[in-house]
């Protein structure tokens, strides 16, 4: 590249100050530099502001004059400069080389989104991982399979591993500001009906550090993450009217609808908010949509799907953590 492009990189924070010292050093220690990091204070009451002053003049701190991850996001997007935009959670970790390689896709392939690969992990010691789960999206999605499609049948990707084109996303629907669990689906759900071209960036990586005190984890109930999984389904059932769905798409799409519902009832949710999720039609998919799941696990040697193009190998892995 002749010139480097403009990255804004924004972060949704809500108590987690020193956790978010390590991400804020691994970003300013990325081979391609941000333009600007955007921390959003959603309510913090720890100890946020002193953590303020250790990277003033590198980052820039605002209220979140909204509330929840969704409205951080809207906001801190509002603000931003960038060409391409980084959204990023508090607590995660990204390959040093990640923002510069996507950058680099982007910018060669005119694409809307790069994406990469991700991996549970916990850290036991400085730099001493241990692996919670398979490497995600090692490999790109089937060529053949647009993001819609994909989406439907269950693909499950983080928005930290992705860099996204500003002016693309102007163009798209903002973050739901109602949920505070699985927005991030609905964002890359309502992203995918306007076409975005993709580039897959393998050696571009984050760490999802797993912890005691994360939000989905801890402060959020079971049966409000079930809700919140429900509502996006559902708008995603409604958007599903307009969309030439294969039979395939839409019985598997079904079948999660089926078993997320279900799930709802049995953590204690009203059953008459379940849509129609508890037909016998859906119930039927369910079934379908557990098999072909069943079929595909047993494919990939994992708890996957092979679309999400997993990495099961220590080496995999290790190459992952080694590069943060």
């Known amino acids: 590249m002749t010139s480097e ?35 959003v204070d959603d309510g913090s ?32 997007l509002q603000l931003a400069s960038g060409k391409y935009i980084q ?39 400085t730099g001493v991982w241990e692996q919670r789960d398979v490497v995600m999206q090692q490999r790109a999605l089937p060529r053949a399979k647009s993001l819609t499609s994909v989406l439907l049948l269950g693909w499950n990707c983080i928005t930290q591993s992705c860099l996204f084109r500003k002016s693309f996303l102007e163009k798209a629907p903002a973050w739901n500001e109602q949920l505070i669990t699985h927005e991030d689906y609905l964002f890359l759900f309502n992203l995918s009906l306007k076409n975005p071209r993709l580039a897959h960036t393998p050696d571009a990586g984050v760490i999802y550090r797993m912890h ?18 429900l ?16 039979f395939y798409e839409n019985w598997n799409f079904f079948g999660r609808c089926y078993l997320t519902a279900a799930h709802f009832v049995k953590s204690g949710g009203d059953k008459k908010v379940t ?43 290790n190459k992952l953590v080694k590069s943060v």
């Open 45 to 76: 009451t720890d100890h946020l502001p002193d953590v303020k002053v250790q990277f003033q003049g590198k980052v820039r701190f605002v209220e979140n004059p909204g509330k929840g991850p969704g409205a951080a996001r809207n906001h801190g």
């Open 5 to 39: 492009p403009a990255i804004s990189v924004i972060i949704p924070v809500k108590n987690r100050a020193e956790l978010l010292k390590a991400t804020l050093n691994n970003i300013l220690q990325q081979t391609l530099p941000p333009t600007e990091i955007i921390v």
């Open 212 to 229: 005691g005190s994360q939000s989905t984890e801890n402060n959020t109930n079971t049966l409000s993450r079930s809700a919140d999984k």
């Open 275 to 317: 849509s129609n999720f508890l037909s016998n039609k859906h119930l039927l998919a369910s079934f379908l949509y557990r098999w072909h799941n069943k079929m595909e696990r047993k494919a990939t040697g994992t708890n996957w799907e092979s679309m999400h193009g997993v990495g099961k190998t220590s080496e995999d892995f």
């Open 87 to 125: 959204f990023f959670d508090s607590d995660d970790l990204m390959t040093l080389d990640k923002l510069r390689l996507q950058a680099e896709a982007l910018e060669k392939t005119g694409a809307d989104m790069a994406y990469g690969p991700y991996v549970q992990a916990f850290e036991q010691s």
């Open 231 to 246: 509502a996006v389904l559902r708008q995603m059932d409604l958007a599903l009217k307009d969309l030439d769905a294969t």
